[in-house]
């Protein structure tokens, strides 16, 4: 039986641990009296995270465009959705579409489920754990990331923190008939933004960010809708599939270090 790799995106959002951003706007209002960009960026993160991970249950759907560089430097632009369901600690549905793949992800606690109904195949991971944590693994041993599941994971305990450096107040502006406020942050990897709603709910509405370290800078954009449902039925979160699907197992990354050699060694040869 061939070993597969799951690619689950044409397009992909960067591990939490890396979200970051700025926007050059030196004359933008300020929304704090911080002197300390570091520790006003902090501040704002950490309480959207606080927010988030205070909620049992997360429903939400996006619509996502991102950049794609192609080997000639041109770039062109992938489209597509998601819709997740998560109802903490460890179960999880996510229906992923984007114009030439399709994949449904389950977690129920025990494993990592990865459907690609189009071609009738599945994998397996074995994942006893949070569903953070096994999207965290999979991730890290596998090469599986899923756009914009990262929101179910700030402010986990087992998540990673965000790590900002600074944060601009752009400015109020409307998304979906809500008024919301619009940041602007930097970080290690990435330029990111966010526009988050005001009052005892603040949720992202609309997030955005820039690789500014990777080869042509591509963008990434993703609206969000979230749902204020009450119940999540148990059975959602069981995988189904026909009978004729037939199971491929995973192949996992080589580590880091053997990688980056072999990108070394590549590139000498050229």
């Known amino acids: 039986m061939a070993?597969?790799?799951f690619l689950l995106l044409c397009f992909t959002f960067a591990n939490p641990v890396l979200?970051?951003?700025s926007v050059a706007a030196q004359d933008s209002q300020q929304k704090s009296t911080s002197k300390d960009p570091a520790e006003e960026a902090t501040k704002i993160v950490r309480s959207l995270e606080k927010h988030l991970s205070g909620k049992s249950r997360l429903v939400y759907e996006t619509e996502l465009t991102s950049d794609v560089i192609l080997d000639n430097g041109q770039k062109i632009q992938i489209a597509g959705t998601t819709h997740v369901y998560f109802k903490r600690p460890n179960q999880l549905l996510v229906k992923l579409e984007?114009?030439?793949i399709s994949r449904l992800i389950y977690h129920d606690g025990k494993q990592l489920t990865i459907i690609a109904p189009n071609e009738k195949y599945y994998g397996i991971i074995e994942a006893?754990?949070?569903s953070v944590e096994a999207l965290m693994r999979a991730a890290q041993d596998y090469g599986l990331e899923i756009p914009l599941v990262d929101l179910i994971g700030w402010g986990a305990k087992d998540g990673q923190t965000l790590e900002v450096e600074s944060a601009i107040y752009i400015g109020e502006s409307e998304i979906q008939?809500?008024?919301?406020?619009h940041w602007a942050f930097r970080g290690p990897k990435l330029d990111w933004e966010a526009w988050v709603t005001?009052?005892?709910?603040?949720?992202?509405l609309k997030i955005s960010t820039v690789s500014y370290h990777a080869y042509g800078q591509p963008r990434f954009t993703?609206?969000?809708?979230?749902?204020?449902?009450t119940s999540l039925n148990d059975n959602l979160f069981t995988p189904?599939?026909?009978k004729d699907f037939r199971k491929i197992p995973f192949k996992k990354l080589k580590p880091a270090q053997d990688r980056d050699a072999e990108d070394r060694e590549k590139g000498s040869n050229e």
């Open 128 to 130: 006893r754990s949070s």
């Open 240 to 242: 189904k599939m026909d």
């Open 98 to 100: 984007t114009e030439s």
């Open 3 to 5: 070993l597969l790799k």
């Open 19 to 21: 979200w970051a951003s």
């Open 222 to 229: 993703a609206t969000i809708n979230w749902n204020d449902r």
């Open 198 to 204: 005001q009052g005892d709910d603040p949720l992202p």
């Open 177 to 181: 008939g809500k008024t919301v406020d």
